[in-house]
C-alpha cells in the first residue's frame, strides 16, 4: 500500500463563478507528508477566445494584467478539458495513494471547477482536503502573523507559494 500524500492543485481560471467561467490553466505536484515534492503537471486548457474576453474584466484582471495577457496568449495551444482530466487522472495514478487528499491554497473553490469541469477527477478525490487558507485565517487573526507570498496568478507558481506558506506555518509548530 501506497503511503498517503498530497495532490496540490491549482486552477486559473476566468472569473471566480463555476456557472459561468471556465479553467484556462492546471498546475499539479504530489508532496508527500513532509512536503517534499514527488512530481508535478501542468497543462492549458483551450477556452473560447470570446469567453476569455467577456469573463476577463474587472479590477482583479487590471491589477493582474501581465497574467491575464499570458493565459490568453497560451490558450491558442490549450487543449480540450476532458483531454486534461484524463492527463490528471493518469498522473494521480502513478504518484499517490488510493486516498487522494487535495492540498492549496483557497482550494475549495477550485474543487467547485473540479466538480463541475471535472467529474471523473472529482469522483477521485477524497472529501478531506489540506486549504492552506484556514492556516493563513488562523495565524492572521489570532497570532498576527502574516506569509507574504507572491501573487502571481500563475498555476504551478501559486502552488509552490502554497507548499512554502504551510512549510512557515508548520515552523511555529515545534
Known amino acids: 500500500m501506497k503511503k498517503a500524500k ?13 456557472a459561468k467561467d471556465k479553467i484556462c490553466e492546471v ?14 503537471y501542468e497543462a492549458v486548457v483551450k477556452v473560447p477566445e470570446e469567453l476569455m474576453n467577456e469573463r476577463m474584466v474587472g ?3 487590471e491589477k493582474n494584467s501581465k497574467s491575464r495577457d499570458a493565459l490568453k496568449a497560451q490558450n491558442q495551444d490549450g487543449k480540450p478539458v476532458k483531454e486534461v482530466e484524463q492527463e490528471l487522472i493518469d498522473f494521480i495514478d502513478k504518484n499517490c495513494a488510493n486516498e487522494i487528499y ?5 482550494i475549495h473553490q477550485d474543487r467547485k471547477f473540479i466538480e463541475r469541469e471535472m467529474p471523473e477527477l472529482n ?15 488562523y495565524f492572521e487573526n489570532a497570532l498576527n502573523k502574516k506569509f507574504i507570498k507572491p501573487e502571481n496568478h500563475r498555476a504551478l507558481d501559486d502552488i509552490k507559494g502554497s507548499i512554502e ?3 512557515w506555518y508548520l515552523t511555529f509548530m515545534k
Do not use: C, Q
Open 27 to 40: 498546475a499539479a505536484i504530489v508532496t508527500d507528508m513532509k512536503l517534499d515534492e514527488i512530481a508535478s
Open 102 to 106: 487535495l492540498a492549496g491554497n483557497s
Open 59 to 61: 479590477e482583479f484582471w
Open 165 to 167: 506558506e504551510l512549510k
Open 6 to 18: 498530497l495532490l496540490w492543485i491549482d486552477l486559473e481560471m476566468t472569473g471566480l463563478d463555476p
Open 123 to 137: 469522483s477521485r478525490l477524497h472529501y478531506r482536503m489540506l486549504d492552506v487558507s484556514a492556516w493563513k485565517i
